[in-house]
């Protein structure tokens, strides 16, 4: 007899983004009529810029011909592409990370779920909560964890609150912990971490000999400049670190998909008996085994990122989500309500009115404002209460969004 996998039914509902479409599916076919704003989803609305669009209209052009034309690429990334990473954004910060250290893939998503293959199902996981919920669900199907309670949390699994109280930067684990999700700029609450902040915890994880998975995917939307955009700005960080990045919201490869992992040399952890290993070595063993690569065409594109006229092109782009973060900050608090975020991430973290659950307001925004955002308890149970909007829209919709809020 064929059997499943049970750990996948310890989830407790559908994948939070699937739901949000299920239901805006269904109001839009009762609601045919009805004039959608979506700043819900994080996904981008802007085209790739003309600089991408022209690297990757030239490597199409290569792939026509047989004297260009390239098959399999290398499973980790052209060097070219790692090189550009490793120059333009950690060597001009004054991080030292190798072109060997860095990974290309077709998705943060995929290798924050992915990476929790190379760790022991013993290891005890700490989550931020609320949290991206790749990071629970891909370590619940295997079966690191156990059963779910009536708030979604599971056991085996440390929750560490962000509230407003503590600005949405947990405190350390009141217990020993192995592996350690954090995001900054974090999503959903667009709260970031400052220097100190991030010191404490690669202390804390030398001490314990934990890992920190840091999630840095909105690193490129930072205005403050005291704020650090890597974790390997963090002294000591290489021994304890590893980090994501995409190239999905900084340059608008939602469509494209193309992104990267940098697992440093010397970064270890143990075989039961005490003797480390390399993760880098693990890492780069379950890449090549699951994945072929991404394309040439997509690799050339993320490389123009760096050219000068990519840069510039995307800091534009950048801008103009972030004023339409602004402008929702400021329509919101004008309202009375509570906000967060939106300073240095493309998110805004909103107060629901007392009384009133995310799940209920996401349905009172979709009914009455045709404004479609994100329940905060989708993130976990310290997001309930909580709304998440998302500044990636046309800066128009993004006023006539809030202007339907201000009516309800």
Known sequence: MITVNEHFLKLKAGYLFPEIGRRVGA??????????IKLGIGDVTEPLPPAVCGAMLKAVEEMSRPATFRGYGPEQGYEFLRQAIADCDYKS????????EIFISDGAKCDTGNIQEIFGLDNIIAVTDPVYPVYVDTNVMAGRTGAGDSSGRYGNIVYMPCTAENNFVPDLPSRPVDLI???????????????EQLKKWVDYAKKNKAILLF???YEAFIQDDSIPHSIYEIEGARDVAIEFRSFSKT????G?????????????????DGQPVSLKSLWNRRHCTKFNGVSYVTQRGAEAVYSPEGREQIRQIIALYMS???????ALGDLG?????????PYVWLKTPDGVGSWEFFDLLLQKAHVVGTPGAGFGAAGEGYFRLSAFNDPEKVKQAMERIAAI
Do not use: E, H, I, W
Not at 93 to 100: I, L, S, T
């Open 93 to 100: 910060r004054g991080v030292a990370v190798r072109p060997d």
């Open 337 to 345: 309500y509570a906000v967060y975020g939106g300073t240095d991430a």
């Open 181 to 195: 999700y954090l995001c900054y700029p974090n999503n959903p609450t667009g709260a970031v971490a400052t220097q």
């Open 27 to 36: 109001f839009a076919k009762a609601n045919p009529d009805a004039p959608l």
């Open 324 to 330: 339409n973060a602004a402008a929702m900050r400021k």
């Open 215 to 217: 999630d840095s995917a």
């Open 256 to 272: 494209v998909r193309c992104a990267f992992t940098v697992v440093p040399d010397g970064l270890s952890a143990y075989t039961r």
């Open 251 to 254: 340059a608008g490869f939602t």
